[in-house]
């Protein structure tokens, strides 16, 4: 069966997508013509207004590649919010599949393909598909989140926090490893809160004092940390070990208690304040990524001036911002809405403005400076230079990347150090050094 896929969204919901190709099997051929496709599979996102709308526009787009035999199915979260409603406006989907139905996935697109074609796989992490490159894996460790912060629909959509058995991580990574990967990215709704749906614990430490264990060249980075869970132990154990990348994304929303509080965010000004000290001084080559909300009901203009300030305080290495949008089913719903988009999208430019500079002055301190252990991504047409990541840069396209220029040719996933001769507010550029 020829199958044309596409998955928006987040690195969790690429997960989904690959476990989805896994389950399907060997008899499957991924092309990138949909003109061609027997089944085109949309993975869809719902976290905010514009993610549902991509995924409207997408749909709309795609069904006008169905052919006669050929058929069309939509998944994810999208499907798992609103499906009874999608399956009356848009009747040119042939099956909308939920998040709670992939176990069953093999069967439903047997059905919908009327079994023309015999699925094989097994719709689990060790038989997954993977679609990145190589050098490189994202493994999702739980899914769900215990959570209920008052703008976001995610547990609405995916429930309760769900972890996954350490063995069967561990045996996921092992797998990652021996295939080449590198870059081993640990993903969750909230990976600081992994285990304790098992044991009411926090287990994240020992997942990975077990993964550490795993012989080979890789390393770790962990993404979505929630602040008020970013314990000592954790810092420490990142601090102590090299298989461990000193990179700690950790979405705060907003630096004021005021609007932290209406947010249902746990965590205070005080307390972010210390944990990001605290891990300069422990770590000082630290990343520091965090994602900001603006607009959210009962901010003022002061609130704005005070977040600013923090940022300048703080100086995140990576910091993404959303205009706040309101997502049925949550409790901001109750609040009062009142902030036009226009001051919504002026707080926006303020405070990514602040940060372009923070960013250039951060970035202007490793110009004539050599970052070892880069690996090369992709090649760039325009500036005829190759791509190139070190562990300062996650994969999820928000972080940026190095440019590289070489004398040699560069092979994706090699590994390479590069003298940094420029710079701007997301990017740097060097040529890569290699030995006499």
Do not use: W
Request: glycine share 4%; aromatic share 10%; hydrophobic share 40%.
């Amino acid at each position: 069966m020829k199958l044309f896929m596409i998955s928006l969204g987040c690195s969790k919901n690429k997960v989904d997508s690959e476990m989805i190709l896994g389950a399907l099997g060997k008899g499957v051929e991924l092309i990138d013509d949909p003109n061609d496709a027997d089944l085109i599979l949309i993975n869809t996102c719902a976290f905010i207004e514009s993610a549902r709308k991509e995924a409207i526009d997408t749909i709309l787009e795609y069904s006008d590649y169905k052919k006669k035999d050929s058929k069309m199915v939509v998944c994810g979260c999208l499907s798992q919010r609103y499906k009874d409603e999608l399956v009356k406006l848009l009747p040119e989907v042939d099956r909308f599949i939920t998040i709670d139905e992939y176990k069953d996935v093999k069967k439903i697109i047997s059905d919908v393909m009327n079994s023309r074609f015999v699925f094989d796989g097994e719709f689990d992490s060790l038989s997954r598909i993977n679609t990145e490159p190589n050098y490189m894996r994202y493994i999702k460790i739980s899914d769900g989140c215990l959570n209920r912060c008052a703008f976001c629909a995610i547990p609405l959509i995916r429930g309760k926090l769900k972890s996954r058995e350490i063995d069967d991580i561990v045996a996921e990574v092992k797998k990652a490893v021996s295939e080449g990967a590198y870059e081993i990215n640990l993903i969750s709704q909230d990976t600081t809160k992994y285990g304790y749906d098992l044991t009411k614990r926090l287990m994240l430490v020992e997942l990975l004092r077990e993964l550490v264990k795993i012989e080979g060249n890789f390393k770790i980075r962990l993404l979505y940390l929630y602040p008020e869970v970013v314990t000592d132990e954790l810092i420490d154990f990142i601090k102590d070990n090299d298989k461990m990348m000193h990179y700690f994304d950790i979405p705060i929303q907003h630096s004021e208690d005021k609007i932290l509080k209406a947010m249902y965010r746990r965590s205070n000004k005080e307390l972010i304040v210390n944990l990001f000290h605290k891990i300069r001084s422990l770590i000082p080559d630290a990343i520091i990524r965090t994602t900001m909300i603006v607009g959210f009901p009962y901010e003022e203009e002061e609130d704005v001036d005070n977040l600013i300030e923090f940022i300048k305080d703080i100086k995140f290495d990576r910091l993404g911002a959303f205009t706040f949008s309101l997502e049925e089913g949550t409790k901001a719903c109750e609040y009062p809405n009142v902030i036009s988009n226009d001051t919504k999208n002026r707080r926006y430019e303020r405070l990514m403005a602040e940060q372009a500079k923070i960013a250039l002055e951060l970035n202007t301190k490793r110009l004539n400076t050599i970052i070892d252990g880069c690996f090369i991504t992709g090649y760039d047409e325009e500036s005829f230079m190759y791509t190139a990541r070190s562990d300062e840069y996650a994969p999820d396209d928000i972080d940026g990347c190095i440019y590289v220029a070489s004398i040699k040719e560069l092979e994706l996933g090699e590994r390479i150090s590069v003298k940094i001769l420029d710079c701007d507010e997301y990017s740097l550029t060097g040529e890569a050094v290699f030995e006499n």
